[in-house]
C-alpha cells in the first residue's frame, strides 16, 4: 500500500466511512477505490483518470485534494502526452502551393463564367417579355367583349320585382357566415431544465415527454463515460467504457438516468434535442435527468 492510499484510508476510516459510502458518494466504483488505496493505478481506465478519481476521493473524505495531489505528485502516474502532428516536408509544401494556385486560377475562371451565364439568362429573359408583352398588345386594344349578366337578386323574378300577397317586397335573406377554422393545437415539445446543483451532481428536470434521448458525442481527447438507468431507488449501468473522439454514442431511457463523464471537457451532451452544458474543466462530472412526476433522490 501506497502512502497516498494510507492517508486516504486512514482519512476514510476516520470519518467512519465504508468503501460501499464512497462509492455512493463519488459514483466511483469499488474496484476502483480499492486500487487507490493499495497504490494499484493499472486497475484504473487510464491515468488521466487517476487524478480524478484521487481528487473526487480526498473531496469525500474531507481532504484538500489539490494539496493531497501537490504531496504526492511522484507517486501519481504523469497523464499520457499529447499527439503532435509531425512537421511536414517541403515537398508537402510546395505541393501545398501549387495547389492552391491551381485553385485560384479554377475559381477564376468559373467566376467569370458564371458572369457570363447570368448576362446571357437576363437579356434572353427580357426579350422575351418584350416580345410577349407586344404579341398581348392588339387583343388587348381591340377586346371589347361585352360583360356578363348579372345574376338577378333575391326577391326578383326576370329582373322585375315581386311582391308578396300583402305586397310588400320579401328582404333578401342574409348570407351565411362561414365559421372560422380552429386554430391548430401545438405540439408539446420536450424541455430539459436545471432543477439544482447537490453534492458534486447536476439534477435536471425533463418534461413534456416520456422517454430520454442521450446524445454523448467525444470531442478532443478520448473519455471514460458510464450510462446508468434509475427505478425503484436501484441504478444500473446501461454502458460503461472509454471512448475515443469522434465517436458518438445514443441511448433511449424509459426511467431516470444518471450520467458519470472522467473528463467533463471532451463531452458534447444533447437530451431530447437540448444542449445540456457538462463543462469545460477536465474534472469528474456527474448529471442525473429525473422526469417531471419522478423524485430527484440521489441514487
Known sequence: MSEL?????????DKKISL??????????KRYLE??????YKVLPGNFYVRAFIKSYAEAV??????????YQSDIPAAEPEHIEPIRSKRTSRNSERFSKWASSAMLISFVVLIFGLGYYFVSKNYEGTSGASEDLPARITDDAAPPPAAPQPGTENGNVTQNAAGAVPAPAPAPTPAPNPAPTPASAAEVKLAKSERGTDFYTVTGTDKLSIQITIKGDACWLEVDQLQGGKRTTVDQGT?????????ELTTSGFLIFGKASAVD??????????????NVKKIQLDFAQASAATP
Open 5 to 13: 492510499g494510507q492517508l486516504l484510508k486512514k482519512a476514510r476510516l
Open 20 to 29: 460501499e459510502d464512497l462509492q455512493e458518494t463519488t459514483k466511483i466504483r
Open 35 to 40: 486500487a487507490i488505496e493499495d497504490g494499484n
Open 62 to 71: 474531507g481532504l484538500e485534494p489539490n494539496e493531497v495531489l501537490s504531496m
Open 243 to 251: 471512448y475515443k473522439n469522434g465517436e458518438t454514442k445514443t441511448y
Open 269 to 282: 451532451l444533447v437530451v431530447n434535442g437540448t444542449p445540456v452544458a457538462v463543462g469545460d474543466v477536465a
